[in-house]
């Protein structure tokens, strides 16, 4: 399995709109608005929770997609769940995460459209 998984330290938003929240990997300092967390793969919570399918995945993580991604190979290839994906939080995301959704399954079609990837595997 590929991926992260174990403790990090979430930093929240102070005006709690939840678009400034994010993994610290670097230095995190004990504050009022950091908690420690438990992280595991997408592939790890599909084989714990012993899921038989799962058919869409749409994230908007500000700019973790393609972590999420690397952590999601197994499931990517056994269960090929449509996707949507932003990929305007790093300038290299439409390359980078068609490639690792095609590395872990290359029957998947990608279309990009505004800002967003959209893959399904034809059938």
Known sequence: MGGFTGEAVLQTDKNFT???NRIINNNPKKSDTTEKIEIITLDKFVHEQGLKRLDFIKAD???AERDMLKG???TLREFAPRLALCTYHLPDDPEVLEALIKEANPHY??????KKLF???QE
Do not use: F, L, T, W
Not at 109 to 114: D, F, G, K, P
């Open 18 to 20: 939840g678009e400034a």
């Open 109 to 114: 079609r990608v279309v990009h459209i505004s």
């Open 72 to 74: 999601a190979k197994e």
């Open 119 to 121: 893959a399904a595997c």
């Open 61 to 63: 993580i500000e700019g």
